[in-house]
T-cell receptor, first 114, second 112 residues
Framework: DSGVTQTPKHLITATGQRVTLRCSPR?????VYWYQQSLDQGLQFLIQ???????AKGNILERFSAQQFPDLHSELNLSSLELGDSALYFC?????????????FGPGTRLTVL | AQSVTQLGSHVSVSEGALVLLRCNYS??????LFWYVQYPNQGLQLLLK??????LVKGINGFEAEFKKSETSFHLTKPSAHMSDAAEYFC??????????FGQGTELSVKP
């Protein structure tokens, strides 16, 4: 158990819909990262938050957005869903933004868009 | 820009044989390198990391990796494979902001 929790574990929805994925980082970790894992793209970084502020963006679509709340949990919002958005979405946390820090990964949310 | 290349999307070894998973990186600054393992239907777990303290890094479950700057490599090895080592392995490099850039992954199969 990494100490990072993600809900829900599975999500099945239809094209055009909007979903919210939730992540609670390890106690004390200030950085939260979101990654997408798909068969064709592999593991890709989406976005990073540090202590409530957005710090880095990767290949995140404009239909996707995220935020980190004062209690440090984070939510990833995916809207106008397309079939290609079906993937495993991971949240990871680390104590700081330092690049030598290990990132602790949650179990992921598997999103299926029908 | 930093990048990671894992040679071989699938590697199959016999139980008790040497495991060698290859990773080459590209980085304009001294890199921080990681190996993660993903078991089926689970998240990623850190095996080991290189942060410039020592070129030979020992990790969990008997795995180790050697950082070779001249070859820009960080290959993962284990002297004797166990059935429980069957999983997907990811090499990653961290950028200055901390985000991880992953290789495509190598699926390790272990035959009895």
């Amino acid at each position: 158990d990494s100490g990072v929790t993600q809900t829900p574990k599975h999500l099945i929805t239809a094209t055009g819909q909007r979903v919210t994925l939730r992540c609670s980082p390890r106690s004390g970790d200030l950085s939260v990262y979101w990654y997408q894992q798909s068969l064709d793209q592999g593991l890709q970084f989406l976005i990073q938050y540090y202590n409530g502020e957005e710090r880095a963006k990767g290949n995140i679509l404009e239909r996707f957005s995220a935020q980190q709340f004062p209690d440090l949990h984070s939510e990833l919002n995916l809207s106008s869903l397309e079939l290609g958005d079906s993937a495993l979405y991971f949240c990871a946390s680390s104590p700081t933004r330092a690049s030598y820090n290990e990132q602790f990964f949650g179990p992921g949310t598997r999103l299926t868009v029908l | 820009a930093q990048s990671v290349t894992q040679l071989g999307s699938h590697v199959s070894v016999s139980e008790g044989a040497l495991v060698l998973l290859r990773c080459n990186y590209s980085s304009s600054v001294p890199p921080y390198l990681f190996w993660y393992v993903q078991y089926p239907n689970q998240g990623l777990q850190l095996l080991l990391k290189y942060t410039s303290a020592a070129t030979l890094v020992k990790g969990i479950n008997g795995f180790e990796a050697e950082f070779k700057k001249s070859e820009t490599s960080f290959h993962l090895t284990k002297p004797s494979a166990h059935m429980s080592d069957a999983a997907e392995y990811f090499c990653a490099v961290s950028d200055q902001g901390g985000k991880l850039i992953f290789g495509q992954g190598t699926e390790l199969s272990v035959k009895p």
